[in-house]
């Protein structure tokens, strides 16, 4: 299965996104980590990973650009998910991995500037619905802040009912330290040994999004 995070700004939290699921995959599932980001965050993130964490689940990586397409294509019988992260804008990458991916999750935060990239992602996306017709498409919210969270988060939903075919998921990612720490060190959140109640809920969200996306599969 290949899922594609994916967003048209810069900075929305794809890369975090990716690598938290990615190792949430790998804790009983062979996984694939593609970076198709020339600025390679998510592959940092494994080499921090391998090097200082070898005990950890594994997740494969490799470094893919331009048309991903026929490449993930060869792969994804090799490998039971496949995680795709892409560049923080409209990218060839992005485009071509939404030819074959079977999920796609669009990362935003909840602000208007974020928001104002959805009609042309949703655009983009239905281009790619007439080549991969089954393809199952979700918006996510990223870095809400835990202060005013539910009025953002209430005008965002708001926002999203004008774009049916990205349906936001249920959870929330919001603005912790966690996230941050453990991506720089090649760990998710769901593997902290941190017990504060703000990594507690951090784990408890990247669970919720394991479920949201592939719980049911
Ligand atoms: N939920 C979060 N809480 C706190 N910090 C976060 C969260 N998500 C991402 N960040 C931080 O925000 C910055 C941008 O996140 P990230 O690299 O995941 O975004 P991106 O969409 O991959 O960016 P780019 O478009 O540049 O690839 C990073 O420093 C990351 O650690
Ligand atoms: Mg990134």
Request: aromatic share 0%; hydrophobic share 50%; proline share 5%.
């Given at each position: 299965?290949?899922?594609?995070?994916?967003?048209?700004?810069?900075?929305?939290?794809?890369?975090?996104?990716?690598t938290n699921l990615a190792a949430k995959l790998a804790i009983d599932?062979?996984?694939?980590?593609?970076d198709a980001d020339r600025q390679p965050s998510a592959t940092e993130w494994c080499i921090e990973r391998k090097e200082n964490h070898p005990k950890r689940p594994r997740v494969n990586c490799v470094q893919r650009y331009d048309d991903i397409d026929d490449t993930l294509d060869d792969l994804k019988d090799r490998y039971e998910y496949i995680v795709v992260d892409t560049p923080g804008k409209d990218s060839i990458e992005m485009r071509s991995a939404m030819l074959v991916?079977?999920?796609?999750?669009?990362?935003?935060?909840?602000s208007q500037t974020d928001l104002n990239t959805i009609p042309v992602v949703s655009r983009i996306i239905n281009q790619s619905k007439k080549i991969n017709p089954n393809v199952k498409v979700f918006g996510l919210l990223t870095m809400?802040?835990?202060?005013?969270q539910v009025k953002e988060i209430k005008e965002a939903t708001e926002f999203f009912l004008d774009f049916p075919s990205i349906p936001l998921l249920d959870v929330v990612i919001s603005d912790r330290k966690i996230y941050r720490d453990n991506m720089s060190e090649g760990l998710s959140v769901v593997e902290t040994g941190n017990l504060s109640d703000s990594a507690a809920k951090a784990k408890e969200e990247i669970?919720?999004?394991y479920k949201g996306i592939v719980g049911g599969h």
């Open positions: 299965m290949i899922i594609l995070i994916a967003s048209q700004k810069g900075g929305a939290g794809k890369t975090t996104i990716a599932s062979d996984v694939l980590l593609l991916a079977d999920i796609i999750i669009i990362p935003v935060r909840p809400a802040s835990t202060n005013s669970n919720l999004l």
